[in-house]
Nanobody
Framework: VQLVESGGGLVQPGESLRLSCAAS????????MSWYRQAPGKGRELVAA????????KFADSVKGRFIISRDNAKNTVYLQMNSLKPEDTAVYYC??????????WGQGTQVTVSS
């Protein structure tokens, strides 16, 4: 299993970013996927998850209404559209396989920094 996250960067509060996670080594189209984040000095938390065909999603309360998770099974890629970013969204973002908890080794993550 390989998960490669990309799309992070430095943005100002209120701006948007779209993260991508390219997956390989397993049957992506049959797998729920999720995004996690880890802020400095804090544990890793689930941000969003999506079922295998995208029929169901869930979000952490802190990002509801601002983040959108989606997937393209033809490209083996899951996305996280992050809007109205806040400084507290600053973290390293990771994707993983599963809807309720991570099930595979972590990738390298992508850094998101929200700062004016």
């Amino acid at each position: 299993v390989q998960l490669v996250e990309s799309g992070g960067g430095l943005v100002q509060p209120g701006e948007s970013l779209r993260l991508s996670c390219a997956a390989s080594g397993f049957t992506f189209s049959s797998s729920a996927m999720s995004w996690y984040r880890q802020a400095p000095g804090k544990g890793r938390e689930l941000v969003a998850a999506i079922t295998s065909v995208g029929g169901s999603t869930k979000f952490a309360d802190s990002v509801k209404g601002r983040f959108i998770i989606s997937r393209d099974n033809a490209k083996n890629t899951v996305y996280l559209q992050m809007n109205s970013l806040k400084p507290e969204d600053t973290a390293v973002y990771y994707c993983n396989v599963g809807f309720r908890w991570p099930t595979v080794d972590w990738g390298q993550g992508t850094q998101v920094t929200v700062s004016s």
